[in-house]
């Protein structure tokens, strides 16, 4: 390992598929080395693959593969910056088509649990804008969304 920091996601024996999926799908990610077992350990025999070094859009990660009783949950997710309205449906249903669930405010959780915010730059300039009656359409707009919808939020910034 290179990186003085990196992300340790824990699974339950789907380390590789988990990876496989983020480097098929999210831009400046790619799987590096998967390390097996050397041993049985208690959520695998020896030979198994015990961790996955990847990264998902640019940041270093690690799966790990330590077995059930672990659940990931929204206290950590992946936000995602998409540039416009095609960008930012692919992500969503890649996400969503392959096992995971629709959640509101541009959030959704892949099959692993891992939770996603598919973020829309027009969304972060809308809430940053220095017009506070803007920011405040743009983010009551962005409150009643499941997916971020970068028309609606462009014209909620309009007024």
């Known amino acids: 390992m290179v990186n003085k920091n990196t992300i340790c996601l824990w699974f339950n024996g789907s380390a590789l598929e988990a990876a496989t999926f983020y480097a098929r799908t999210f831009p400046d990610s790619a799987i590096g080395t998967v390390y097996r077992a050397p041993a049985d350990y208690p959520a695998g025999k020896a030979g198994d693959v015990l961790t996955v070094e990847f990264t998902v859009a640019g940041i270093p990660c690690l799966g790990l593969n ?56 027009a969304l ?33 910034r309009r007024g």
């Open 66 to 121: 330590g077995g059930p009783g672990v659940l990931h949950n929204q206290a950590f997710s992946f936000q995602i910056a998409t540039d416009n309205q095609e960008e930012t449906d692919r992500l969503w249903r890649a996400i969503i088509d392959n096992g995971g669930q629709a959640n509101v405010c541009g959030w959704c959780q892949d099959k692993w649990g891992l939770s996603w915010q598919i973020t829309p730059r």
């Open 124 to 156: 972060i300039a809308g809430i940053a804008d220095p017009d506070p009656a803007a920011a405040k359409r743009v983010f009551e707009a962005m409150m009643e969304m499941g997916k971020i919808d970068i028309a609606a939020i462009e014209a909620a």
